[in-house]
Every structure is written in structure tokens, then in C-alpha cells.
């Protein structure tokens, strides 16, 4: 049997419903076979990086994962697709976004996945809801680095 490996994943929204849409993200992860949800951080809003279109809701979960990263990513996948997500342009608003931030102490270097995530520790949105639910993950000087963008708890 396949032993559990720590991963959290970053979720956000700017279409739609953004904030039933990740706390629905949240409940679709969580109801995924060989998926155990360990923590869930509040929601944030953020203007929007890099990108266009109305203020994001963003959050972090912690996942124990029984799936392989490429097989969790697939999974992450299937559950924006159900949520409307198209991808007519790079960074285009979303209804959903699912990242795979970290995946235990892996690294992949993929035409499909790279981990750890290689942006992750450039955005605020991704950084304060991580450092809420895992502080040591997160360093001071990594949110001091983020502190110009706009982001607030909600």
C-alpha cells in the first residue's frame, strides 16, 4: 500500500460565484478517493496578478495524498473542468484555478508539472494562506518580499 505524502494546493476564483466556488473546490477535494483533508486556510481576496478581471478569492489547502502528483494533478484537473474553467488565454479570469504548490519533498520538472511550484513564493495570495496553516513553510523575508500586493483575509 502506497504511504501518505503531504501536499497543499492553492485555490482561486474570479468568475462567477469566486467564493462558493473554492469553499465548493474545498468540498470536491476533500471528496477525492485517496485524498484526506488536513487544513484548510481562510479565504483571502486579491487584485488580480498578472492577470485581469475582477478581485480573486483565493485559500491554501494541506492534503494527505494517497495519489502520485501527476494522478492528484489530473484529479485537480477534473474538478476545474467541472467548475467551468477555460483557458482561452495565459493567466485569462477563471471560474476556478487548482495549483499543486508542493507534493511532500519532491521535485518534478515536467511538461506537465513542476514542483514545487515555481511562482509560488512570488504571490501573496498563495503565501499568506500557506503561512496561516503551515507558519514554517513560509519564511518572514518571503512575505516581506510580497507585502506591496493588495490582499486582504475575509
Request: charged share 20%.
Amino acid at each position: 500500500m502506497r504511504e501518505s505524502v503531504t501536499a497543499y494546493l492553492a485555490l482561486g476564483a474570479n468568475l462567477g460565484d469566486p467564493v462558493a466556488g473554492v469553499r465548493k473546490a474545498m468540498t470536491d477535494i476533500a471528496a477525492l478517493d485517496g485524498i484526506t483533508l488536513l487544513q484548510r486556510s481562510s479565504l483571502y481576496r486579491s487584485a488580480p496578478l498578472e492577470s485581469s478581471g475582477p478581485e480573486y478569492i483565493n485559500a491554501v489547502v494541506e492534503v494527505a495524498s494517497l495519489l502520485s502528483a501527476p494522478a492528484l494533478l489530473a484529479a485537480l484537473q477534473r474538478i476545474e473542468q467541472n467548475a467551468g474553467r477555460e483557458r482561452p488565454y495565459h493567466h485569462a479570469p477563471r471560474t476556478l484555478d487548482l495549483d499543486l504548490l508542493s507534493y511532500g519533498s519532491a521535485t518534478i520538472y515536467s511538461a506537465t508539472l513542476v514542483l514545487p511550484h515555481p511562482r509560488m513564493y512570488d504571490r501573496a495570495f498563495v503565501l499568506l494562506p500557506l503561512s496561516e496553516i503551515a507558519p514554517l513553510r513560509v519564511t518572514a523575508a518571503q512575505l516581506q518580499a510580497v507585502r506591496s500586493q493588495a490582499i486582504v483575509r475575509i
